[in-house]
């Protein structure tokens, strides 16, 4: 049985990994062994976000807190996070899917749909074809998968394979150009773009290519609190990296108390 991934990493730029009651994440900019985390442990009622360092002194680790959020708040507030988690990492793309006079599907796009890829024999061939595929650059080994420098290449090459053509060719569709209410993900085969897609409604969108941390928080936040929030973050990464225990910083670890809701989104 294949164990649930809870470790990430993006070429060298990015790595996430998930606990039971915290989850981390670091980019290659940061000093080597320093990550941020956010706490969610279940007898604490909020959620607390900080900067620390992995050393030899396992409960006296370096570590400042930036942030602490009432978990009510923070559940209450999913909802208007995912939407700007979204505005964040997808872009929208045209397809130019303009319905002509009485035609019911558009014979220039082609879609494999993610959620009809459902039968078990095809979806094994599909999983061992993108094993094959993304060998050299996407690699998995037990609960962790590392995305390697090309990898989004790969994804294109596969989707006009023809392998995957044969695979697919009960599963890929014309595009109907009425199309269902329900949101939907796969690849997208066109003359403009040919890749991995989300639909949310009549909308498609394609992830971005790097993506921002501040461009995020901007969409949520005001602009004034982004900048009192990265330069505690920039403050909190500097004690961290000369400290050698928390002891030495402990005084520094006056976190920002944010409501969630009281934060008004930028329009």
Same mark, same amino acid.
């Given at each position: 049985?294949?164990?649930?991934?809870?470790? !990430?990493? &993006?070429?060298?730029?990015?790595?996430?990994?998930?606990?039971? $009651?915290?989850?981390?994440?670091?980019?290659?900019?940061?000093?080597?062994?320093?990550?941020?985390? @956010? $706490?969610?442990?279940?007898?604490?009622?909020?959620?607390?976000?900080?900067?620390? /360092?992995?050393?030899?002194?396992?409960?006296?680790?370096?570590?400042?807190?930036?942030?602490?959020?009432?978990?009510?708040?923070?559940?209450? +507030?999913?909802?208007? &996070?995912? !939407?700007?988690?979204?505005?964040?990492?997808?872009?929208? @793309?045209?397809?130019?899917?303009?319905?002509?006079?009485? /035609?019911?599907?558009?014979?220039? &796009?082609?879609?494999? $749909?993610?959620?009809?890829?459902?039968?078990? !024999?095809?979806?094994?061939?599909?999983?061992?074809?993108?094993?094959?595929?993304?060998?050299?650059? @996407?690699?998995?080994? /037990?609960?962790?998968?590392?995305? +390697?420098? =090309?990898?989004?290449? +790969?994804?294109?090459?596969?989707?006009n394979s023809r392998e995957i053509r044969a695979l697919t060719r009960k599963k890929l569709?014309?595009?109907?150009?009425?199309?269902?209410?329900?949101?939907?993900?796969?690849?997208?085969? +066109?003359?403009?773009?040919?890749?991995?897609?989300?639909? !949310? =409604?009549?909308?498609?969108?394609?992830?971005?290519? =790097?993506?921002?941390?501040? $461009?995020?928080?901007?969409?949520?936040?005001?602009e004034e609190l982004v900048k009192t929030l990265l330069f505690k973050m920039n403050m909190?990464?500097?004690?961290?990296?000369?400290?050698?225990?928390?002891?030495? @910083?402990?005084?520094?670890?006056?976190?920002?108390?944010?409501?969630?809701?009281?934060? &008004?989104?930028?329009?």
């Amino acid at each position: 049985m294949t164990e649930p991934i809870n470790y !990430i990493k &993006i070429e060298e730029t990015l790595w996430l990994k998930a606990g039971d $009651s915290v989850f981390s994440f670091g980019f290659n900019c940061m000093e080597k062994d320093m990550h941020f985390s @956010i $706490s969610y442990s279940k007898g604490l009622d909020e959620f607390n976000f900080h900067v620390t /360092k992995n050393t030899n002194e396992l409960h006296n680790k370096p570590k400042v807190e930036i942030v602490r959020i009432p978990k009510k708040d923070f559940l209450e +507030s999913l909802p208007s &996070i995912g !939407i700007c988690m979204l505005n964040t990492i997808l872009e929208p @793309i045209q397809l130019r899917h303009y319905k002509k006079h009485n /035609k019911k599907y558009n014979t220039k &796009i082609q879609f494999l $749909s993610f959620t009809k890829l459902n039968d078990s !024999i095809e979806q094994k061939k599909f999983e061992n074809l993108l094993h094959i595929s993304f060998q050299p650059s @996407i690699k998995r080994r /037990k609960k962790k998968i590392e995305f +390697s420098k =090309g990898y989004q290449d +790969s994804i294109a090459t596969l989707a006009n394979s023809r392998e995957i053509r044969a695979l697919t060719r009960k599963k890929l569709k014309y595009l109907p150009f009425d199309l269902p209410k329900n949101n939907d993900s796969g690849f997208i085969i +066109s003359k403009h773009y040919t890749g991995v897609v989300v639909r !949310i =409604g009549c909308k498609w969108y394609k992830i971005k290519e =790097g993506i921002n941390f501040v $461009s995020f928080l901007k969409t949520y936040f005001s602009e004034e609190l982004v900048k009192t929030l990265l330069f505690k973050m920039n403050m909190a990464l500097e004690r961290v990296k000369r400290a050698k225990t928390f002891e030495e @910083i402990k005084n520094y670890n006056k976190p920002i108390y944010l409501s969630l809701n009281t934060s &008004i989104p930028n329009e």
